[in-house]
């Protein structure tokens, strides 16, 4: 599994990640490395309104946010947050900040790889 993607700040919803997501894809930009040093997952109704309002503090951050950084290898530390039914993974990075500075989107397939 390739660990890069595409990292942004001020992100206000998943269109607009999805959006920026696609600009760069299209544009050829540099992806950025990631680690995932753990994962949050959601009830439905959770990831929903996490996705409307990414920019928001959020609890789930509360316990990991200290770790989520730069790594000495360049690495974005991050949290992944998905739920069950949805193949999209938002991977959030705060830098100790109490909603998500950095965020990006990758997708899984049917068996869990990520498709970008």
Avoid at 26 to 43: C, G, M, P, W
Avoid at 93 to 114: H, I, L
């Amino acid at each position: 599994m390739n660990n890069t993607a595409y990292f942004f700040c001020d992100v206000d919803n998943f269109e607009q990640l999805q959006d920026k997501t696609w600009n760069a894809q299209q544009r050829n930009y540099k992806r950025q490395k990631y680690k995932v040093i753990d994962t949050a997952i959601l009830k439905d109704e959770q990831f929903d309104r996490f996705k409307k309002n990414i920019c928001q503090p959020v609890d789930f951050l509360q316990n990991v946010t200290s770790k989520l950084c730069f790594s000495e290898e360049s690495e974005y530390i991050c949290l992944a947050v998905t739920n069950e039914h949805s193949d999209a993974i938002i991977l959030v990075c705060s830098f100790q900040y109490s909603y998500p500075k950095f965020v990006a989107v990758v997708r899984r397939n049917s068996c869990g790889e990520k498709i970008y």
